[in-house]
C-alpha cells in the first residue's frame, strides 16, 4: 500500500523555520537546472492576517529554500475576478509584491497570455482552459485553509483548480457545477490535467478562516504549517485537523475515488507534530443533513445572496464575476433571485463586505426534525 506523508507542524512564531522543518521531514529538492512557479492563494486584496490569503512570510522562505538550490523561482496566481493587471495589484495591496521581490523571485500574471485550451479525461468538462505557465514550470501550491460556502472547505486542490483558470474562465466551474456533486466532478475534471505538474503543497494554518469563507468569514488562528507532495493528501489531514470528515467533503471524496492520491486516512503517514482538532465553524451554506431536500428545492433549502445597500459602492466587481448573469447595477448593485445559482461567488469578490447571506429554511428544518 503506498503512503503519502504529510508533515505537521507547530508554528511558534518563525515561519522561515517552520517551512524549512517541513521540507526536511518530507525530504524534499529541487534541482539547479528547474524553474519553479509558486503559486499562493490570492483571491483577493484582504490581508493573511484576515484569514485570507496566503502569508507572504511563507513564500518568502519557500523563494529562499528554491534559490539556494540554484532554481529560477516566479510567483503568480489568478485572483477572483481577474483581469490584466487585477494581480499585480492584489498581490500590491496584500504586501505579496513586496515579499517576492525583497526575496529575488518574479512575478507572474496569469492573465498576461491567452489561456491554452487542453482537453480533459473528464466527466464534465471535456476541455478546460488553462494558465499557459503552469505547464512551463514545477509548480509549489501554498493555499490558505478555509472554510468555503460551496464547497465547504478549501485547501491544495481548489487553490489549484481555480487559480490556474485565468479571469471569467473560472465561471465555467460554477454553471456546470450546480450541485456539490457536480462541482466535485468538474473541479477534479480539471485537477487532473493540473497534477502531474504539483511538485510539492504547503498550507497555510497559522491564520485560517471559519464561518462563511473563503473571503467573508472570521479569522481563526491555529498556528499550524502541513505541507506534502500530494494535494489530496494535504487535503485530507487539514480537513480532519478542522474537525471535517475530509471524505464529506464532495471535491475530496471524487479525488480519492478516481485514485488521484489516498484512498483513506490509512494510506497518510503523519511526520512531525501531533495532529490536534480544531473545530472550525462551518458556513451557513451548507446543507448537511437535509441536503436530500436540495435539487428542485434549492431556493428554498439553501442560503442566498444580498446586498446591503449602505455598503455596496456600485464598484461592479460582483457583476462582472457573476457566472450566471444574475447582478445588474443600478447605483448599487441588485440581484435577480430567478437566476441566481447560489454559487457565492459575489460574495467572494467582493471587498466591502457589501453582500451577506440570508439563512435558508433548512436549519429550520434541522432543528425541527432531527
Known amino acids: 500500500m503506498q503512503k503519502y506523508s504529510v508533515a505537521v507542524i507547530d508554528f511558534k512564531g518563525n515561519v522561515r523555520e517552520s517551512v524549512r522543518r517541513a521540507l526536511k521531514l518530507l525530504d524534499w529538492k529541487c534541482s539547479s537546472n528547474e524553474s519553479i512557479l509558486i503559486k499562493p492563494n490570492m483571491i483577493n486584496s484582504k490581508t493573511s492576517e484576515e484569514g485570507v490569503t ?131 466532478k468538474a473541479m477534479v475534471d480539471v485537477y487532473s490535467v493540473i497534477r502531474p505538474f504539483v511538485s510539492l503543497n504547503v498550507m497555510d494554518a497559522i491564520v485560517c478562516m471559519e464561518g462563511n469563507g473563503p473571503t467573508g468569514g472570521n479569522p481563526l488562528r491555529v498556528n499550524k504549517i502541513l505541507a506534502s507532495e500530494d494535494a489530496l493528501a494535504l487535503d485530507m489531514v487539514s480537513f480532519k485537523m478542522a474537525g471535517i470528515d475530509p471524505l464529506k467533503v464532495p471535491y475530496v471524496r471524487e479525488a480519492s475515488l478516481r485514485g488521484l492520491g489516498p484512498k483513506s486516512f490509512d494510506e497518510i503517514h503523519l511526520l512531525g507534530d501531533p495532529l490536534e482538532e480544531v473545530k472550525f465553524e462551518l458556513p451557513s451554506t451548507f446543507v448537511s443533513r437535509v441536503s436530500s431536500l436540495a435539487g428542485y428545492f434549492t431556493p428554498l433549502v439553501t442560503a442566498s445572496p444580498h446586498i446591503i445597500p449602505e455598503r455596496c459602492t456600485g464598484c461592479g466587481n460582483c457583476s462582472s464575476a457573476c457566472p450566471a448573469g444574475a447582478i445588474k447595477l443600478n447605483e448599487i448593485a441588485q440581484i435577480d433571485r430567478s437566476k441566481c445559482i447560489r454559487c457565492y461567488v459575489c460574495h467572494e469578490v467582493c471587498e466591502f463586505d457589501a453582500i451577506g447571506v440570508r439563512k435558508g429554511y433548512y436549519e429550520i428544518i434541522d432543528r425541527w426534525v432531527f
Do not use: W
Open 54 to 184: 496566503t502569508d507572504p512570510q511563507i513564500v518568502s522562505a519557500l523563494v529562499e529554500v528554491v534559490r539556494d538550490s540554484g532554481c529560477k523561482v516566479y510567483v503568480g496566481d489568478s485572483p477572483g475576478n481577474a483581469h490584466p493587471g487585477k494581480a499585480r495589484e492584489v498581490f500590491s495591496l496584500t504586501g505579496m509584491l513586496k515579499a517576492i521581490e525583497d526575496s529575488g523571485a518574479e512575478f507572474l500574471e496569469f492573465e498576461g497570455d491567452p489561456p491554452r485550451l487542453v482537453q480533459t479525461d473528464g466527466v464534465i468538462l471535456k476541455s478546460i482552459g488553462l494558465a499557459r505557465c503552469i505547464f512551463q514550470h514545477r509548480i509549489i501550491n501554498v493555499p490558505k485553509l478555509k472554510t468555503h460556502m460551496q464547497t465547504l472547505m478549501t485547501g491544495a486542490i481548489k487553490n489549484l483548480v481555480f487559480g490556474c483558470i485565468p479571469g471569467s474562465g473560472k465561471g465555467i466551474l460554477h454553471r456546470v457545477g450546480v450541485t456539490p456533486k457536480r462541482m466535485a
